[in-house]
């Protein structure tokens, strides 16, 4: 697969703090890549820095090879930006405000009207082309935002929290569509939502002050997480003293964590680094008769991986 975007040692200071602070990075076709971080880490630092929206103070970014600066015109055609929040420009109506964008990308007449036709058609918005982007919901706001990121078919897309604000079902079919966009491209987007990253993203980078913190595909991420390797058991409450006595015969668990759940206890087994425990503890379920409705193995927790790397974040 080819390389989309390079970015190498992206360093951003404001007066005195240090925003982005050494960011490399790259991507290929057909990866989504999640940017994960507290608030305040970086991200839209650093998506700024590789749309040629801002300059960095030090460090380089390229997109299919051409260097992004803030008046490298060519570089801008390849790269599609979704920025944070909604669309502007309330007042016009989604066709006017697609035609905007398309002679912004210097097309013109009947070219322009069939590319606005393609970037609707591709995010459903055919319904409210004569609507005024102001009365329309936050979720079409957002297609709307998307189609005008996708109007002269960039090769990479950089979507800042596309899904925020949304509802559960707009959530899932702004999902289904970035899926879909991603095939013959690749993408960066920025959420705050964890599971979007399951759901969505190829890989994902957690940013800390400004710095990567990790970068690998979910599923390596999770096993990082404490709960990676957990056994989780729904118990009956008056069995939990016995199985906790049990469980701590197993010299591989180095902590045991009870939450109640409906009309029982949920006990979860937590190993040690890279121990494995299930057979043990399925071993001793099974010689004291413990009375479990569910037996799970846990893959780990993106949650509690994110709280491990970003401890301690900017306020
Ligand atoms: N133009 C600016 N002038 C001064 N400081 C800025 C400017 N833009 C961003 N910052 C600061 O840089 C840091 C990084 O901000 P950035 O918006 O990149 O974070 P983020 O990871 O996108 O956060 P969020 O998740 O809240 O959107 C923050 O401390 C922010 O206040």
């Known amino acids: 697969m080819s390389l989309l975007l390079e970015a190498q040692d992206l360093h951003k200071s404001f007066g005195g703090l240090r925003a982005v602070d050494g960011i490399s990075l790259q991507l290929k076709q ?3 890549l999640g940017f994960l971080g507290p608030n305040g880490a970086g991200k839209t630092t650093t998506m700024k820095m590789l749309t040629g929206f801002l300059a960095p103070t030090s ?25 944070e929040g909604a669309p ?7 066709r006017d405000f697609l035609l905007f964008v398309a002679q912004t990308h210097g097309l013109k007449g ?18 409210v082309m004569g609507q005024k982007i102001e009365t329309l919901s936050k979720g079409f706001k957002r297609r709307v935002g998307l189609a005008a990121a996708i109007m002269h078919a960039p090769d990479v897309l950089i979507l800042d929290e596309p899904t925020d604000g949304l509802d559960p079902n707009q959530k899932h079919d702004v999902r289904r569509l970035i899926k879909a ?19 969505l993203c190829t890989r994902a980078i957690i940013i800390n002050k400004g710095r990567i913190v990790a970068d690998d595909v979910p599923s390596k991420l999770k096993e990082k997480s404490r709960y990676a390797g957990a056994v989780s058991m729904l118990v ?6 016995i199985i906790q006595a049990g469980l701590k015969t197993i010299s591989g668990i180095q902590d045991i964590e009870t939450a109640s759940e409906g009309q029982g ?5 937590i190993p040690k680094r890279g121990v494995a425990i299930a057979d043990a503890v399925a071993g001793i379920a099974d010689k004291e008769g413990w009375h479990i409705s569910q037996f799970a193995i ?3 927790r993106l949650d509690d991986v994110f709280r491990q790397l970003t401890a301690g974040g900017r306020a």
């Open 30 to 32: 057909g990866e989504v």
């Open 59 to 83: 460090g380089s970014a390229s997109i299919c090879g051409e260097q992004v600066t803030t008046g490298n015109v060519d570089a801008r055609k390849n790269i599609g930006y979704l920025p």
């Open 88 to 94: 502007l420009y309330g007042e016009m109506t989604t």
């Open 110 to 127: 009947k070219d322009a009207a069939e590319r606005v036709e393609e970037a609707s058609v591709a995010v459903h918005l055919e319904g």
């Open 181 to 199: 966009m991603a095939k013959d491209r690749a993408i960066i987007i920025s959420t705050h939502i964890l599971e979007e990253v399951e759901a």
């Open 236 to 241: 009956e409450a008056e069995e939990v003293a």
């Open 265 to 269: 206890v949920r006990v979860t087994a």
């Open 298 to 300: 846990d893959a780990g």
